[in-house]
């Protein structure tokens, strides 16, 4: 996988913070790759080569004063939000230099869209957003560039507007293409014909939902698979499970896998399927599919639980940091930058596939991955 870091030095240096402020997550495979072929597939909309034309930051920042930073976070719905979370804090405190106004949204566009006009009200000298939603951004995005506020935009993409300096994040379809791909290696491997499929999907309209049901549904296109349902889960251990309850009713005896798309909504779905009677994981009735790939997941892949994983790296932080530092210089920065993520399994469910001819390598679930996991 190319590397082409921003700033790679630095970038370096980061990582290894963030190794010791979160437990690390797979020692160098900690990296943000601002090429697309990283994510070989789509790139969000507002994807460019291009550097970025940045707002100047205001003289609120200048040498000596802390930065001031207002980061609209989606909410607490995950495990994977809880380190995405512990990411920013950690990177953007006071002791690095920085003012943190930290707003959990709770999963609420109307409220994430008024932390930011509050944030521009109390003249923060940048806007981190992970948007709950891809689309309704111009108005808002408008009214920070009118008042010369960079934004920097995190994990999920905005999809109906580009006037915002950086997004850093994760390739959300090619991670359900990596998906598809693997089950289609897997059932090939075990000599499984039928293949039908229940997804729990995400949150409806964020960008990781989108992309990872994009994704996964080209393959099921492709292979001919049969998709039985997709109903939204959320991206929570409660939506999982309500979702799959009604699916061991409504689907009884007819299916085969069941794809989650985050590791919350996975372990919602183990505890009904659990109940249901209903075996899962390698070797098992049903080939269980994860996304995320945080530490309660991994230790899920290693009980023989979850059968794959696909990593959605959320310590997206210390990359934010880098931009913004040097836009305090001066300089511009990259319009994308993509979270390096891999994809876990337990040996027997480890096999070749590739995703547009871009050979996949996977990484086998032990007690070292999962320690220095998020
Ligand atoms: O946007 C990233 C997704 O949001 C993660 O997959 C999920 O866990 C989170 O809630």
Excluded at 205 to 220: H, K, L, N, P, T
Aim: a negative charge; hydrophobic letters at 40%.
């Amino acid at each position: 996988m190319k590397k082409k870091l921003l700033g790679l030095m630095l970038a370096a240096t980061m990582a290894v913070g963030m190794l010791a402020g979160c437990g690390g997550s797979g020692s160098a495979d900690t990296a943000a790759d601002t090429s697309s072929d990283a994510a070989a597939t789509e790139a969000p909309a507002a994807e460019a080569e291009a550097e970025a034309e940045a707002p100047a930051a205001d003289a609120g920042a200048a040498s000596g004063d802390l930065i001031k930073i207002g980061f609209a976070q989606v909410g607490h719905e995950s495990d994977w939000r809880t380190a995405s979370t512990k990411s920013c804090q950690d990177v953007f405190s006071e002791a690095n230099g920085y003012d943190l106004q930290f707003v959990d949204c709770d999963n609420d566009s109307a409220a994430q869209l008024e932390a930011v006009r509050t944030f521009i009200e109390s003249g923060v000298d940048y806007i981190i957003i992970d948007p709950i939603v891809a689309t309704g951004w111009d108005t808002v995005l408008t009214e920070c560039s009118d008042a010369g506020i960079p934004v920097i935009v995190i994990d999920r993409t905005i999809d109906d507007s580009d006037n915002y300096t950086a997004w850093v994040g994760s390739d959300f379809k090619n991670e359900g293409l990596a998906a598809g791909e693997w089950l289609k290696a897997y059932v090939d491997a075990k000599g499984i014909s039928e293949v039908n499929v229940l997804v729990i999907s995400g949150s409806t309209g964020a960008s990781a939902q989108i992309g990872r049901s994009e994704g996964f549904d080209e393959a099921v296109a492709k292979y001919g698979w049969n998709k039985l349902d997709e109903q939204t889960g959320d991206f929570t251990e409660d939506g999982g499970q309500e979702v799959m309850e009604s699916y061991c009713k409504s689907y009884a005896g007819k299916f085969n896998v069941v794809v989650c798309q985050n590791d919350n909504e996975a372990f919602g779905a183990m505890t009904a399927m659990d109940n249901a009677g209903i075996s899962y994981g390698p070797g098992n009735d049903v080939i269980l599919i994860s996304f995320d790939a945080c530490t309660a997941g991994l230790k899920e892949v290693q009980a023989g639980k979850i059968t794959a994983d696909f990593e959605c790296n959320p310590l997206a932080a210390p990359f934010v940091e880098e931009a913004i530092q040097t836009l305090q210089s001066g300089g511009s920065v990259d319009k994308a930058i993509y979270m390096e993520e891999h994809w876990y399994a337990l040996p027997d469910a480890i096999v070749d596939f590739s995703i547009d001819g871009a050979a996949q390598s996977m990484t086998e679930v032990t007690d070292a991955v999962i320690e220095a996991q998020y």
